[in-house]
């Protein structure tokens, strides 16, 4: 562990310190941002009310509306030129959220994300190939200094040119990367491309996120680079990357460093908090922040907090992959379909990549779902002059029996119909290190 005081702490400290610092943190938003003074009002509460962890409940959420209402300042708890960083979130959907940091704040992200990058696999002295992107996205800058921290010889490569990445991991040999799952199998690609194979390539821990993925595509991604692959989670409004990590040595989730972020999970319709294993919305206080603390944040993401022990010794609970966002959730013939459980089908197909997209489009008065996939390569070279050909590919022939495979499948495991189109390799749009849009929706507003 980087900070083992911290991170294995006896639960009942644990729990005591949490309300210690939820206390302390209602006790300044009330007192600096109208916003939550008037949020406290409403309910006829002072910060004094909040006498368990539990009664946090009774407080109303924080949303990504209300950051943008308040744009840019509007939410700081401390004086303007106190603040000595700002970011936005990448506006993933609709206007960027303004986040602020002092310089206490960016010491906590250097520290939560020295502990991530450590459960990782990070170690001082390694090369450490960082290519979130930098810029006013949390990811680059925050992994950035988390690296330095642990004493890593940090590339700030960022995102893209993926040629000269590969170049320079050729050349520098970097045993850790950080990025974007999807970007990490251009990588991969682009590696073999070269004429790479896992023993050549130096890589020997991945720290993913910025995006859902899954256990399938880890699989991909560590078997083509020959590394482990964990996953790091965060958003900018809570503080960036590094708000939960998962070990490297356990691959079962990730700890929130809950000393500092404290986590409920509430029902996505009601809003009412769940109990320790159940699914629903991750929400989110960010206790010690100074410039911009929130309360109760609504991340919009889907997970639940894994019950019971972990093999590690750290008294945080881990929680699970993020299944999507409310607002990913599609909805088709009524039934809720997260991207990641199509991508769960799609990679079971060895004749397939793991490059996808999904298209809604209107049908009359119902939502049609098209899954895009592109083809291996391998298979590409068997049913080639068949893929090219553009439009529904004739009934019996080779690519027409896979498609109509690929879709009783989804049929089969997540129970929606989709219709199914296989692609050339090459042909969807590839992640330039950056999120990439997995859902393209053609639907009339
Ligand atoms: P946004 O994408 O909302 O503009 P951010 O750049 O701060 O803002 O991204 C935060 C969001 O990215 C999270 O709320 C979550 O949806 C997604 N995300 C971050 N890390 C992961 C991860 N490891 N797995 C799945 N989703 C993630
Ligand atoms: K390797």
Request: glycine share 10%.
């Amino acid at each position: 562990m980087f900070n083992p005081t911290a991170e294995s702490m006896p639960v009942e400290k644990l729990r005591a310190l949490q309300l210690e610092r939820l206390r302390a943190c209602a006790r300044r938003v009330y007192e600096r941002v109208p916003f939550y003074r008037q949020r406290f009002e409403e309910r006829g509460m002072t910060p004094d009310d909040l006498r368990t962890l539990p009664d946090l409940a009774r407080l109303p959420f924080t949303r990504k509306s209300d950051l943008r209402d308040h744009y840019p300042f509007g939410l700081l708890a401390v004086p303007r030129e106190d603040v000595v960083r700002i970011h936005a979130s990448s506006g993933t959907t609709g206007k960027p959220t303004v986040v602020c940091y002092t310089e206490a704040d960016v010491a906590l992200f250097t520290e939560v994300v020295a502990r991530s990058l450590y459960a990782a696999g990070g170690r001082r002295g390694m090369i450490f190939h960082n290519a979130y992107g930098y810029g006013l996205f949390t990811g680059g800058l925050g992994t950035h200094y988390g690296g330095e921290r642990l004493g890593m010889s940090v590339v700030p490569i960022s995102g893209g040119m993926t040629e000269r990445q590969v170049t320079l991991i050729e050349d520098f040999r970097p045993e850790i990367i950080a990025c974007t799952p999807s970007y990490a199998l251009v990588l991969a690609e682009a590696l073999y491309a070269r004429g790479h194979s896992p023993k050549t390539i130096p890589i020997r821990y991945a720290v993913l996120g910025a995006e859902p993925w899954t256990e399938a595509m880890r699989a991909q991604i560590e078997e083509m680079l020959g590394c482990k692959a964990t996953n790091i989670y965060g958003l900018s409004e809570i503080i960036g990357p590094g708000v939960s990590q998962e070990d490297a040595n356990e691959q079962n989730g990730s700890y929130i460093w809950e000393d500092h972020f404290y986590p409920e999970i509430v029902d996505v319709e009601t809003g009412e908090p769940l109990p320790d294993g159940e699914w629903g919305v991750l929400v989110l206080t960010s206790m010690t922040r100074e410039a911009m603390p929130l309360l109760r944040y609504w991340t919009g993401d889907i997970t639940r907090l894994i019950p019971g022990e972990n093999a590690t010794g750290r008294s945080m609970r881990r929680m699970d992959i993020i299944r999507g966002r409310a607002d990913d959730m599609l909805i088709v013939r009524g039934v809720n379909v997260y991207p990641t459980q199509l991508e769960a089908v799609l990679v079971t197909f060895p004749q397939l990549s793991a490059h996808y997209q999904i298209t809604l489009a209107r049908a009359g008065l119902l939502d049609d779902v098209t899954v895009a996939v592109e083809v291996s390569e391998g298979y590409f070279k068997t049913v080639g002059p068949e893929l090219l050909e553009e439009g529904t590919p004739p009934a019996g022939s080779a690519v027409d029996g896979l498609s109509r495979q690929v879709q009783h499948r989804i049929k089969d495991t997540v129970g929606v119909t989709v219709a199914v189109r296989l692609v050339a390799p090459g042909r969807l749009p590839r992640s330039q290190g950056g999120k990439l849009r997995r859902v393209v929706d053609e639907r009339p507003a």
